[in-house]
């Protein structure tokens, strides 16, 4: 499940040679595409089946 893929607080690699820069391990930006991906196709029972899914609504 997407759920086991993504921990609670996402953490971030420092890189030796440019500390001032963090930046997301390669498999989290992997998953955070797919999930980009999945929503621009409004594919939202992929979501739904690995978690929450919100829908912005007019006030």
Not at 47 to 54: E, F, I, P, T
Request: with cysteine; charged share 30%; glycine share 4%.
């Amino acid at each position: 499940m997407l759920r086991d893929r993504i921990p609670e607080i996402m953490e971030l690699v420092i890189p030796e040679d440019d500390p001032t820069e963090p930046c997301y391990e390669s498999e989290t930006v992997q998953l955070l595409r797919e999930i980009e991906e999945r929503a621009i196709q409004g594919d939202v029972t992929w979501l739904a089946q690995h978690g929450k899914v919100y829908e912005a609504i007019a006030a």
